[in-house]
């Protein structure tokens, strides 16, 4: 079964910048579209950066433009560069298969996150 470990949350200013990392347990990246979700307090969880195992990207208008998806396939790891942070990006991070079809018949458990909190 494929594991993910997010790292790289911690405290921000606004303005700030923070880059988030995700293992897998397995080499998915490159078959896999895989993103990184955010869950707000109180919110569902919502995919805001993917990547596709051709390198193509996409964003959620809310992160476009600050937010930069990339990944390194021989190390199995997935990344997440946040430019000029807002306080409406804190959430808990997590790093999973872009299509949740995908990760439900697949089985790819989520992991911890990680905490990214922006504020003065």
């Known amino acids: 079964q494929v594991q993910f470990v997010e790292s790289g949350g911690g405290l921000v200013q606004p303005g700030g910048s923070l880059r988030l990392s995700c293992a897998a347990s397995g080499s998915i990246f490159s078959i896999y579209a895989v993103g990184w979700y955010l869950q707000a307090p109180g919110k569902e969880r919502e995919l805001v950066a993917a990547?596709?195992?051709?390198?193509?990207?996409n964003y959620a208008d809310s992160v476009k433009g600050r937010f930069t998806v990339s990944r390194d396939n021989a190390k199995n790891t997935l990344y997440l560069q946040m430019n000029s942070l807002k306080p409406e990006d804190t959430a808990v991070y997590y790093c999973n298969a872009e299509s949740r079809t995908t990760i439900v018949i697949m089985g790819f458990h989520w992991g911890q996150g990680t905490q990214v909190t922006v504020s003065s």
């Open positions: 990547i596709t195992s051709g390198g193509t990207t």
